[in-house]
């Protein structure tokens, strides 16, 4: 058996299960070793093209954590994982022939990359390094709807990054779950953040012709640094499971 890694043993129906890995991971020889190979011939080519050592190594680990937590589901070797993206660009999984509807999205930002799975539905998810920079509602006035910037605006200054990211990370979980890129603008819907936990809805225009009862959505800070957000479609009514691990090569 490849080295895959460690991953949840359970991904029942219900179960949207993301992981996680630290980008300082890629400079481990161990992992080098195991797990260059896993990569196709495109995926080595666009690795070359980065100019920067940082976004090399972000981009190798999080194709590795892909195809890592796609092989452990789908129990098949890392390397015979075959993708094609749709009009959009998103890519699915297309192979190994026979393969069980598994989704995934894949997200990054410098230090970190996670990804998010589940059975037969609609999943997306982000990560944003919520100590990068300053930001809040003259920002968010470009890109989120007039409800949240108000929103926005209503909280103290020290407060208003960490509300930002909630936001910007929960808008891009949904447009990538949705699988259709910035052709969704992101003030055409709107979230609503309880003020005592991680909870969020989600409400649209009328142009939109989406259901919020569809939508379920899920948040989390890792290292006390970096935001995610996922997203994932579901019948009205029904519960979803959202299970963050960190993801450790087996050794």
């Known amino acids: ?18 992981y996680y890995v630290e980008t300082e991971r890629a400079d481990d020889p161990r992992l080098l070793t195991r797990c260059d190979r896993w990569l196709s011939s495109a995926e080595q080519a666009q690795r070359r ?7 090399r190594r972000l981009y190798w680990i999080s194709h590795v954590l ?14 015979e994982i075959e993708f094609a993206a749709n009009r959009f660009g998103r890519p699915e999984v297309f192979g ?3 393969w069980p509807r598994l989704r995934f999205n894949l997200s990054h930002t410098r230090g970190l990359a996670c990804c998010a799975v589940s059975w037969s539905r609609d999943v997306g998810v982000d990560v944003e390094d ?11 006035e470009h890109f989120f709807s007039t409800a949240e910037v108000a929103e926005l605006r209503g909280h103290a200054d020290q407060e208003q990054q960490r509300q930002f990211f909630r936001y910007w990370t ?9 699988g259709m890129g910035l052709s969704l603008p992101l003030d055409q819907f709107s ?5 005592d936990s991680w909870g969020a809805t989600i409400a649209f225009s009328p142009a939109l012709a989406d259901n919020p009862s569809c939508w379920q959505f899920w948040q989390a800070m890792v ?5 995610i957000a996922a997203a994932a479609r579901c019948p009205p009514g029904q519960d979803l499971r959202f299970r963050l691990s960190r993801w450790e090569p087996a050794t």
């Open 96 to 98: 190994p022939a026979a």
């Open 49 to 55: 093209r980065f100019v920067f050592d940082n976004d």
């Open 66 to 79: 892909v195809r890592a937590v796609l092989a452990s589901y789908l129990r098949c070797d890392p390397a």
């Open 130 to 140: 919520a100590n990068r920079r300053e930001v809040g509602p003259d920002v968010a």
């Open 223 to 227: 290292n006390s640094r970096y935001m």
């Open 1 to 18: 058996m490849t080295f895959v890694g460690a991953v949840s043993a359970e991904l029942g129906p219900d179960d949207v299960n993301l």
């Open 170 to 178: 929960l808008k891009e979980a949904y447009i990538k779950a949705r």
């Open 191 to 195: 979230f609503s953040l309880a003020s």
